[in-house]
């Protein structure tokens, strides 16, 4: 199981899953990541808040100097939720295959609500009965060779 782990932080799946069950129902957004009032998010608007929230206690000084001169104006948790944003659609699922899941337009996961889809989703990525990012990937490769 893929695992994130930088400066002290470490965030599993299974943490993920556990966030997304305590986010109340009100609190999540379709069709875009951030309500315009910050009150409600999709999927990845609340992964981020997660992750900034894990490393509210880290101090700037430990983001590698070449990565705080490209983006100054960032604390280093929000350097961090970067870094999880990343390692979560690197290992697990992209915004791709996540997006169609949160705003219900996926015929798989037709619970009526955003967080139940998405805990659903998550759910059977843990199963491994859904494709991870590279696995996805793999299989368009296969299917875009065997076509020719």
Known sequence: MSVFERHGVTITLSDLIEMVEGTPEDAWQVDVVRSE???????????????EKQGAH??????????RER?????????LANGVWDWFESEWASTYAIYPVNDGKHPRYP???????????????AAGDEMTTMQAMDYADCQ?????
């Open 71 to 79: 983006r100054p104006e960032l604390t280093a948790a929000e350097h």
């Open 37 to 51: 009032d910050d009150s409600r998010n999709c999927f990845f608007g609340h992964l981020y808040a997660y992750a």
């Open 111 to 125: 619970q009526p609500t955003p967080r139940q889809r998405v805990l659903a989703y998550l759910h059977a990525l």
């Open 58 to 67: 880290l101090d700037v000084s430990i983001i590698p100097a070449i990565v």
């Open 144 to 148: 875009e060779l065997h076509s020719n």
